[in-house]
């Protein structure tokens, strides 16, 4: 399996009551960052079989976001193994329940992401897993086929922002019309 573990986009600055920051929406930045991520993934013929998202507001947007850009029709579905509070059995369990799929994307937050990765990478020290960083808006691609997890990749915004940038140029030089 394919899992690809995607930080939520930017959604601007934690509220600071938890009830309203339960429902605190993607910013434009984020939004933006979405469709970038879906354009480059579309360059490389990626197809989900599966989305699954954190419950909150803005894990949903991200994930409805990127799953509408590449294709994506069916549900997605909500897993409070991805909420902030989740725990690393709980992911465990929900990557055991998406055994069969073959591009899996969980869509979620830190510092809970970042550890799972790690954890994933690092299984027999569990306890203290790889340190990754996940930027709000980075995807990583891991290889769950054989034995221990392989990272294959790890996109960071910036670096979204750069291959967008640059796929979206036109190849044509500009000539002036005089």
Same mark, same amino acid.
């Given at each position: 399996?394919?899992?690809? +573990?995607?930080?939520?986009?930017?959604?601007?600055?934690?509220?600071?009551?938890?009830?309203?920051?339960?429902?605190?929406?993607?910013?434009?930045?984020?939004?933006?960052? =979405?469709?970038?991520?879906?354009?480059?993934?579309?360059?490389?013929?990626?197809?989900?079989?599966?989305? #699954?998202?954190? %419950?909150?507001?803005? =894990?949903?947007?991200?994930?409805?976001?990127?799953?509408?850009?590449?294709?994506?029709?069916?549900? +997605?579905?909500?897993?409070?193994?991805?909420?902030?509070?989740?725990?690393?059995?709980?992911?465990?369990?929900?990557?055991?329940? =998406?055994?069969?799929?073959?591009?899996?994307?969980?869509?979620?937050?830190? %510092?809970?992401?970042?550890?799972?990765?790690?954890?994933?990478? #690092? %299984?027999?020290?569990?306890?203290?897993?790889?340190? +990754?960083?996940?930027?709000?808006?980075?995807?990583?691609?891991?290889?769950?086929?054989?034995? %221990?997890? +392989?990272?294959?990749?790890?996109?960071?915004?910036?670096? #979204?922002?750069?291959?967008?940038?640059?796929?979206?140029?036109?190849?044509?030089?500009?000539?002036?019309?005089?």
């Amino acid at each position: 399996m394919n899992l690809y +573990i995607l930080r939520h986009a930017s959604a601007g600055l934690r509220r600071l009551n938890p009830v309203l920051d339960l429902k605190r929406p993607l910013d434009k930045e984020g939004k933006r960052h =979405c469709l970038h991520l879906a354009y480059v993934l579309n360059a490389q013929h990626t197809q989900f079989d599966l989305i #699954v998202s954190s %419950p909150l507001k803005r =894990c949903l947007q991200t994930a409805a976001l990127v799953g509408t850009e590449t294709g994506y029709e069916a549900p +997605i579905l909500h897993s409070p193994a991805l909420s902030p509070n989740a725990t690393f059995q709980e992911f465990q369990a929900l990557l055991h329940e =998406c055994a069969g799929r073959e591009n899996l994307l969980v869509v979620g937050h830190n %510092p809970n992401l970042s550890h799972f990765l790690g954890s994933l990478l #690092v %299984p027999a020290a569990a306890d203290t897993p790889a340190k +990754i960083r996940l930027r709000k808006g980075s995807l990583a691609r891991v290889d769950l086929t054989r034995g %221990p997890a +392989i990272l294959q990749s790890l996109l960071d915004p910036r670096t #979204v922002r750069a291959l967008y940038a640059t796929s979206t140029k036109s190849s044509r030089r500009k000539t002036s019309r005089k």
